[in-house]
């Protein structure tokens, strides 16, 4: 079975957040049996450069996988975190969670349609090679797009923009257009009986000194061995709010 870990990195984002997630995720992509693929080349450099995950449905097609995974630069995966592949139905797409769409979207016939009102979490999502329309491009403009486009209070007070959505609105009405069926990781969990499971950290509203001061007391708590968090050692753990 062919899997790719995909996740996106143009510019060298954040050498000191990769430093603490990357040894982690390649980690997993050995216990799953999959590759560890990095985005790092612009295919539509006009649009934001979030929007290059949606490079993973030609990747994807090209390289053959039977399961293609999008995690995020700056998230944490616990080794003990589980092969999703193995629970996921093939002609399901899933993400850790899902939000509601209406928050955030302004809809249009395709949201209409659907009914189902999810929103993509787009930091960590899963689809087999039946599912590759998750990643299609965007059938109407950029423009248009973004106008739909209304981030929640809290992310406007935070580090989030109207443009850093577009690869969650983007795959939100991919679900919608393509009736693609969902799932989440957290439900996998519960069902599972997993009822409290640390399997992955992320948090998307803090600045990258915070992520990173957060990453290492995070690190500390898991009580990971040095091996796989090499770069931990030479950070100083500072608790949040010093």
Same mark, same amino acid.
């Given at each position: 079975?062919?899997?790719?870990?995909?996740?996106?990195?143009?510019?060298?984002?954040a050498p000191e957040l990769t430093a603490l997630t990357y040894p982690l995720l390649e980690h997993y992509?050995?216990?799953?049996?999959?590759?560890?693929?990095?985005?790092?080349?612009?295919?539509?450099?006009?649009?934001?450069?979030?929007?290059?995950?949606?490079?993973?449905?030609d990747l994807?097609?090209?390289r053959g996988d039977e399961w293609s995974i999008y995690i995020d630069s700056d998230a944490l995966v616990h080794p003990e975190t589980i092969d999703f592949s193995c629970f996921i139905p093939k002609d399901t797409v899933a993400h850790n969670g899902v939000d509601m769409a209406a928050i955030r979207w302004r809809y249009?016939?395709?949201?209409?349609?659907?009914?189902r009102n999810v929103g993509s979490c787009n930091w960590n999502t899963w689809a087999s090679e039946w599912c590759r329309d998750l990643w299609a491009p965007?059938?109407?403009?950029?423009?248009?797009?973004?106008?739909?486009?209304f981030p929640t209070v809290n992310e406007l007070n935070t580090v989030i923009t109207t443009d850093h959505l577009i690869d969650?609105?983007?795959?939100?009405?991919?679900? &919608?257009?393509?009736? /693609? %069926? #969902?799932?989440?990781?957290?439900?996998?969990?519960?069902?599972?009986?997993?009822?409290?499971?640390?399997?992955?950290w992320?948090?998307?509203?803090?600045s990258i000194e915070e992520k990173v001061k957060q990453m290492s007391e995070v690190l500390e708590r898991w009580k990971l061995p040095r091996s796989l968090?090499? &770069?931990?050692?030479? /950070? %100083? #753990?500072?608790a949040v709010g010093e």
């Open positions: 079975m062919r899997k790719t870990i995909y996740t996106l990195n143009v510019g060298g984002y992509a050995r216990k799953i049996g999959a590759e560890f693929y990095i985005i790092e080349s612009r295919k539509w450099p006009t649009y934001p450069v979030v929007y290059e995950k949606l490079q993973i449905g994807a097609a090209k249009d016939y395709p949201f209409w349609r659907d009914g965007l059938d109407i403009s950029l423009d248009e797009a973004l106008s739909n486009i969650d609105y983007t795959l939100s009405r991919n679900i &919608a257009r393509f009736g /693609l %069926k #969902v799932t989440s990781l957290m439900e996998i969990e519960k069902k599972l009986g997993f009822t409290d499971a640390e399997f992955f992320h948090q998307y509203t803090v968090t090499p &770069a931990l050692s030479t /950070l %100083k #753990v500072v």
